[in-house]
């Protein structure tokens, strides 16, 4: 069995950007379909909280959010590299930007145009998760106004591939691909979405040959098979450079994302680095865990 477990859902569009870094580096994974708004208690289980999709469990290792899940999949997994063409910090420089300002007025226009159609549970979800009321009336006519910010994105990409390179870095698929990726196929999966793709003729030939590159080995597993796994595994902290302005080491803290999302993780501080935060973790039933955050986008609070 593949030590790697995926916690996702087939429409979540981060999921989609690591379903294809899992092809693009050969791999067998076991998909955990989780619930699309809370409650999510097998998945809360083992992230000690974290709501947002997807999550990657190795052991009893759980890492959050898909720039740290891309990362790590690199480290163990280094051929093909993500990073082969445009190096390191050009590749997540570039996804920072998909992340924000390429993915948040695609998916607002999506919902936008089919605001009617949203069901009423996940509005109240999204609610709660970023703290403000949605309305659908806002909501929709929003829609067409964020085509003035998703338009000369989408030019951006088209011109990126201007000089003949088949791929956004060049000569091999790297990871600003995958996430650039995932928002132009939330846009591609509804009929007025793909529309706004029509003029971008190089694009969308450079869309046909990432989504060629396909999901690696995809192996169905129960979220309680999940927790078993993380149960019976062994944790084992890495040694790394110590970031001393924030909490101690050994402390209990309080890790919030950027946007203040609800439900902090809370846990003893093991790692404080420049690439990443981890707190240990310790519940019934899932034993003692280690959930890893990216360093970028996360704090962590002493308590």
């Not at 993915?103 to 226009?109: D, G, H, I, N």
């Not at 929003?142 to 088209?158: D, G, N």
């Not at 902090?264 to 707190?279: A, D, W």
Request: a negative charge.
């Amino acid at each position: 069995m593949s030590d790697l477990i995926f916690h996702h859902f087939d429409p979540s569009p981060y999921s989609e950007k690591v379903r294809l870094i899992f092809g693009l580096k050969g791999l067998t994974w076991n998909s955990v379909q989780i619930p699309r708004i809370m409650p999510k208690p097998d998945f809360t289980a083992l992230t000690g909280g974290y709501r947002r999709t997807p999550a990657l469990q190795i052991g009893a290792d759980i890492y959050c959010d898909t720039q740290l899940i891309a990362a790590e999949l690199e480290k163990r997994h280094p051929a093909p590299s993500l990073f082969e063409c445009g190096g390191f910090g050009v590749n997540m420089a570039l996804s920072a930007w998909t992340d924000r300002m390429l993915f948040r007025p695609c998916v607002r226009y999506v919902f936008g145009t089919y605001a009617d159609n949203l069901p009423t549970e996940l509005l109240e979800d999204r609610e709660k998760m970023s703290g403000r009321d949605l309305d659908v009336d806002a909501i929709k006519a929003s829609a067409v106004p964020l085509l003035s910010q998703v338009h000369p994105q989408l030019q951006w990409i088209e011109d990126m591939l201007e000089d003949g390179r088949e791929y956004l870095n060049g000569k091999a698929p790297s990871l600003v691909d995958f996430s650039v990726f995932h928002c132009v196929w939330f846009l591609n999966n509804v009929p007025k979405g793909a529309e706004q793709l029509e003029p971008y003729t190089k694009m969308k030939a450079w869309f046909e040959r990432v989504n060629s590159i396909g999901h690696g080995t995809r192996v169905e597993m129960d979220s309680k098979v999940a927790i078993d796994v993380a149960k019976d595994a062994d944790i084992t902290v890495e040694k790394s450079d110590y970031i001393g302005s924030g909490p101690a080491l050994g402390c209990q803290v309080s890790v919030l994302n950027e946007e203040n999302v609800p439900d902090p993780v809370v846990g003893e501080l093991v790692i404080s680095s420049t690439k990443e935060i981890v707190v240990k973790r310790q519940s019934k039933e899932t034993g003692d865990t280690l959930v890893h955050f990216p360093r970028i986008g996360y704090y962590a609070t002493a308590l």
